[in-house]
């Protein structure tokens, strides 16, 4: 099978910090692949790189058939590439509506107001909410709507960077329950999380990220018994607590 996404030997320098030494990961159409590492590692910048906030300075990045590299954000999210980004970037003063219209900016279909009504059907709290000030809602309910935001471009990739960091255990699991549908429902996605565990759990693929390579790679529920992924990010052998 055509890979959805396929990144090839990319490479990212802030400055001279070289943050990706030649990443190489792909996607196949209706996966959920997961990136582990630890802080540092370059799960931001890899996510940032492939959505074209920062440009590679080696490196190739083929998505849906065409060679995206070096494009600019907005035609890569015009194309079904999306990313919801680390510290979810809702806007705290605009309403939860607003906030899902702007995920909707770079669409010019007409079904932008049935796929509304469908997200607030998807997100009942949202439907409650939606005449409020993104700022009042928690952090649980602002990562639902950072989600909802991202679904309102239509993806065909969505990109999560660390959509479950800062929340209780039971809004993790919430969280997790939201991607496995969001995948179910044929959208592919490229998981950035910390809750190994769970992530591995609901996932195809997993890459494991140190100092901006690529040390492991595998199917998903042979790396959840892989020692190596057991000791450094599932706390060897004591019982998960969240
Ligand atoms: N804006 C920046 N300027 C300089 N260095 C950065 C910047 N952002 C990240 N880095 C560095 O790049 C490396 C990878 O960071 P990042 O991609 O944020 O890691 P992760 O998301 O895995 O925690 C780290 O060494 C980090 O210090
Ligand atoms: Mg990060």
Do not use: C
Request: no cysteine; glycine share 10%.
């Amino acid at each position: 099978m055509t890979a959805l996404l396929k990144v090839q030997h990319l490479e990212t320098y802030y400055g001279h910090i070289h943050a990706l030494k030649g990443i190489d990961i792909e996607v196949r159409p209706g996966q959920l692949v997961t990136i582990i590492g630890a802080n540092g590692s370059g799960k931001t910048t890899t996510m940032k790189t492939l959505i074209g906030v920062i440009k590679p300075k080696r490196g190739k990045i083929v998505y849906d058939s065409l060679d995206i590299t070096g494009l600019s954000p907005h035609l890569i999210v015009a194309r079904g590439m999306v990313l919801v980004p680390e510290g979810r970037a809702i806007l705290t003063r605009m309403t939860v509506l607003e906030n899902l219209q702007m995920g909707a900016f770079v669409r010019k279909d007409e079904s932008v107001g049935a796929d509304l009504e469908k997200m607030l059907n998807r997100f009942p709290i949202l439907r409650q909410r939606w005449d409020q000030k993104a700022g009042t809602l928690s952090g649980g309910q602002q990562q639902m709507l950072a989600i909802a935001r991202g679904l309102m471009a239509r993806p065909k990739l969505l990109l999560l960077d660390e959509p479950s960091m800062g929340l209780a255990p039971m809004v993790v699991s919430e969280v997790i329950d939201i991607i496995r549908e969001i995948r179910n429902s044929g959208v592919s996605v490229l998981l950035v999380e910390q809750n190994v565990r769970q992530a591995l759990a609901i996932s195809d693929y997993t890459y494991v990220l140190e100092t901006g390579k690529v040390i492991l790679q595998g199917n998903s529920d042979v790396l959840i018994n892989d020692p190596r992924v057991k000791d450094s990010y599932l706390g060897g052998d004591r019982p998960y607590n969240g």
